[in-house]
């Protein structure tokens, strides 16, 4: 998205409520498998990734180095077969839920220390790949607005490719709405160094003749762009600055044009923000707040959606939470459509759970938004 928004408005400019329907046309839940197509590794390739030798900036860090001892002290893996990232967090999980020490070198402190490398290095791999702007975001963006902007998406991705595909219609006055509050939706000057957003659930501003649209977009797992104060319990939205020192552990961005390094902190009270990603492991911290606050939105959206599609996704078995909230919110008179590539007897029947008369479709993201007939079909009634 391009720098924000707050800009000044003339005394012709209106303000507006955005508001949204009481149904929602189209939900879609999108996956893994709607942002590899643009080099974001599977949950299978992440660990390959991070324990790589090739990747020197890992190997060599701080971060790499003590995560690759704990991993080759506790686990074995050959070039063809690592453990899943679910066996490694649930491992860790362990020791910090019994509140015990692994050993005299992997004391409850030190395990907690792991498992936050470990979330920081699947940060650094997935930002790593999400420079470029994805055409097949894009693509998908224009078919929605074209054809039913009463729809709202489900995310499980900690990516930014959906927002970084969103500018153009960002400058057609249309906004994303996360659903939850960012520090810097206020006009203090305390938050000015991260540039003011609008927050599309106030009044926005419009030219005569001008129309917005707000797209729910809620990305129930975190996002790599969010950083979270524990002090304040706030968010900050930083829509470019997704990088993390390896060596320090820390957020870090970058001053325009002399491109100088400058360390994230609370503007508020000085603390070190944290990542704000769900880890793929069985035992999730739902009760988190911005966490909560996100399940509780995508519930309502899941109840009021007259069709839902999932793209991409695979109903892991790690993410129980998911297949709870749509088991309790999923209506029967709901269309389910599932778009996915490969014809699995396991998929079907997790998605058959869920929703008896589930149509399955057999196609990968970048072909669905490629095809105009299907996407009218997915978006129209």
């Not at 080099?39 to 900036?57: C, F, N, W, Y």
């Not at 055409?135 to 927002?163: A, G, K, P, Q």
């Not at 649209?213 to 990305?219: A, D, F, G």
């Not at 552990?249 to 009270?269: A, H, I, R, S």
Request: with cysteine; aromatic share 14%.
């Amino acid at each position: 998205m391009t720098n924000n928004p707050a800009a000044e408005f003339s005394s012709s400019d209106k303000e507006f409520f955005l508001r949204y329907k009481p149904e929602r046309d189209v939900l879609f839940v999108l996956g893994a498998g709607a942002s590899h197509p643009d080099g974001v590794p599977l949950q299978k390739h992440i660990l390959p990734s991070i324990l790589s030798t090739d990747r020197k900036e890992i190997a060599e860090s701080e971060i790499g180095k003590e995560f690759t001892k704990f991993f080759y002290s506790n686990f074995k893996s050959s070039p063809t077969s690592f453990p899943e990232l679910e066996a490694v967090f649930g491992f860790l999980d362990y020791f910090i839920q019994q509140n015990e020490s692994l050993n005299q070198t992997y004391s409850v402190a030190k395990i907690r220390q792991i498992k936050e490398y470990l979330i920081k290095l699947i940060h650094y791999i997935i930002d790593f790949q999400v420079e470029e702007r994805s055409r097949y975001y894009h693509l998908f963006w224009e078919s929605v607005h074209r054809l039913n902007r009463n729809t709202s998406f489900i995310t499980l991705n900690y990516d930014t490719l959906m927002e970084q595909a969103f500018e153009f219609l960002f400058k057609k006055s249309c906004y994303i709405d996360y659903c939850i509050n960012f520090m810097n939706y206020e006009k203090s000057d305390k938050f000015k160094p991260f540039n003011y957003w609008i927050n599309p659930r106030e009044p926005v501003s419009l030219k005569d003749g001008e129309e917005a649209v707000s797209y729910k977009l809620i990305k129930v797992h975190g996002s790599l762009n969010w950083k979270y104060c524990n002090c304040c319990n706030q968010t900050l939205l930083t829509p470019w600055d997704r990088s993390i020192d390896l060596n320090e552990g820390k957020f870090v961005g970058y001053t325009y044009p002399d491109n100088q390094m400058y360390e994230y902190k609370c503007p508020l009270d000085g603390t070190e923000f944290q990542t704000l990603i769900m880890p793929p492991s069985f035992v999730k911290p739902l009760y988190q707040l911005v966490i909560s606050q996100l399940l509780n939105e995508a519930s309502k959206e899941i109840r009021i959606a007259k069709r839902i599609v999932f793209v991409g996704y695979s109903l892991s078995n790690a993410d129980i939470h998911i297949k709870a909230i749509f088991k309790k919110n999923l209506q029967k008179d709901t269309e389910v459509i599932v778009v996915n590539p490969r014809k699995k007897e396991g998929l079907e029947l997790n998605y058959r759970a869920l929703a008896p008369n589930a149509e399955f479709i057999f196609c990968t993201f970048e072909d669905m938004v490629q095809d105009e007939q299907l996407m009218k079909r997915l978006l129209t009634k």
